[in-house]
């Protein structure tokens, strides 16, 4: 906040975040302190994420000045990219789902995805949940394993990363960072780093997860965060030991 208030004599300052749905309550809480800061009104910040994972972005919403809801596809959006992601006219059966889904267009898509995998006959795949299920369901057999751990890493992630959560040996954790790739969980950010193509993927991978393996998991990376002396591992190290439940543990932090 005093980084903040000193540039702010210096020039006006726009604060954005991002996906803010991934922010914790405290940097939600220290991004809307930073306009009283401001010298004379000269700090504005901008918040864009998607209300209902995580409850810090809808404490935002009520301690904003202004609120604009940004409304998904409507019928007639939904109807081309459904042609358009298919080859085929979108039924009514199809069309429901821009009720379903409030217009997401990845959620679209992944359950236009399902219809073909599942062909014309079979309805089961025409809803969002199924389309990312049979996203995840494409996956080798150990492929799913490391997509878990993938999503507690975060974001973005390397072979290497899964290698030292999941034990695993370099050429394990390879194959699976390639099937991740072949079945469009994940993309290539460069040579080494992969990212979840979308956060409702990562978030469909964490929902799969049992919560016995979602907790070791948080626990393990806790583990590994701790042994940096870095201040910012620290913190993320907190957090994924109040994920995995221990919230005693996280009091030291």
């Known amino acids: 906040l005093d980084a903040v208030s000193a540039r702010s004599f210096q020039r006006p300052l726009l604060l954005v975040a991002d996906d803010a749905q991934w922010l914790d309550t405290a940097t939600v809480s220290a991004l809307l302190a930073c306009p009283d800061v401001g010298e004379g009104g000269s700090v504005k910040v901008l918040l864009s994420g998607r209300r209902g994972p995580s409850a810090s972005v809808d404490g935002a919403v009520e301690a904003s000045d ?40 990845l ?83 460069d040579g080494q780093t992969l990212a979840f193509r979308h956060d409702l993927i990562r978030e469909a991978v964490l929902d799969a997860l049992p919560a016995t393996t979602l907790a070791d998991l948080h626990r393990r990376r ?3 965060l701790a042994a940096d002396q870095a201040s910012d591992s620290a913190v993320a190290a907190a957090r994924h030991l109040a994920a995995a439940g221990d919230s005693s543990t996280t009091i030291p932090w």
């Open 107 to 189: 959620l679209v898509l992944e359950a236009a995805r399902a219809t073909l995998v599942a062909g014309p006959g079979d309805t089961s795949g025409r809803s969002a949940a199924s389309g990312l299920g049979a996203l995840i369901g494409r996956l080798d057999e150990r492929s799913p394993t490391a997509a878990g751990a993938a999503a507690v890493i975060g974001r973005r992630f390397t072979a290497a990363d899964l290698v030292e959560l999941l034990t695993w040996s370099h050429g394990d954790s390879t194959a699976a960072c390639a099937d991740l790739l072949r079945s469009d969980v994940a993309v290539a950010v």
């Open 66 to 105: 202004l609120v604009v809801d940004l409304a998904g596809l409507d019928a007639s959006a939904l109807r081309d990219l459904w042609e358009l992601s298919t080859g085929t006219p979108a039924s009514p059966q199809d069309l429901v789902l821009a009720d379903e889904v409030d217009g997401n267009p």
């Open 222 to 224: 806790a583990e590994q």
